[in-house]
Structures are given as C-alpha cells and as structure tokens.
C-alpha cells in the first residue's frame, strides 16, 4: 500500500498479528522510501459502520476524516503524525467495539474528544469548541481548515 506519510507505494510488513477485540488483524508497517512506520487493521468489510448525521443521513464511517479533523486540532501543537495514527487506530478500536451497524455522529464526536483530550489539552479544546458548534465531523474539518488557511 501507499506510505501515508511520503505516498510511496513500497512498504514491507513488520509484524502481523491479531488484533485485542480478536476481529481484525493488526500489521506493522514499514516504508522503504522513507522508514516511517505505521499500523493498519484489516477487518470483514460487513462490519463497516456508517455514521448517522443529525438530519438521519448515513455515512460510511471513514477514519481518514478522523484523521484530518485530528491533524487540522493538533496543528503547531507537539504532536506527531505517529501519535495521530495511534489515537485514530483507538478510536476505529472504541467505535468497533461499543458499535456494531451505525453510530450517531454525537457520539463520534465524543468518543474522538475523549481520546484527545488524554493527547492534548489545546488541541481538545479546539476540537470540542468548533465540533460542538456545528455537531458534524464534516463542518468542523471544514472550518478548522479555513480558519489554518486564511
Ligand atoms: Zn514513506
């Protein structure tokens, strides 16, 4: 697969295992090009989740948009890129676990606040103050990218 960090599509796997719920498979992974290391889940693709929006719309449940909501709170704070793909793997482990067809965006949001704030009291606070607002992953990516890109 393509190295998150670099985009190169050469990586080796360091490690296979499974994963503490026992449903997925847990791989290490190493990028040649650059020699960042990172993690994926591999899971049966009928226990994707779909996120529901306060207006009953459902959505697949995307870590990649956990992922950018986190890095957009966390920018200029001391947090790695690493630490972000951690908690994002902690949070996909908490939704999983707790949800087995659907979760309400709500509790995404709370779930996603409750890791932060363990990782970062600023960045927490960035992300409840704009996520509480508008009550949408999707909204507060939005606004927090405008407000990083003037
Ligand atoms: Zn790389």
Sequence with gaps: MKCPYCRVDNDRVTDTRAAEDGYSIRRRRQCNACGRRYTTYERPAEFDLKVVKKDGVREPFLPEKIRSGLQR?????????????????????????????????????????????????????????????????????????????P
């Excluded at 709500?106 to 960035?126: K, P, T």
């Design 73 to 149: 709170a966390c920018w200029k704070r001391p947090v790695s890129d690493e630490q972000i793909m951690v908690l994002v793997n902690e949070i996909e482990q908490e939704v999983f676990s707790s949800h087995d067809t659907e979760i309400d965006s709500q509790d995404l949001g709370e779930i996603v606040m409750a890791f932060l704030s363990r990782l970062d009291q600023v960045a927490y606070v960035r992300f409840a103050s704009v996520y509480r607002q508008f009550k949408d992953v999707r909204d507060f990516v939005d606004v927090l990218h405008r407000a990083s890109n």
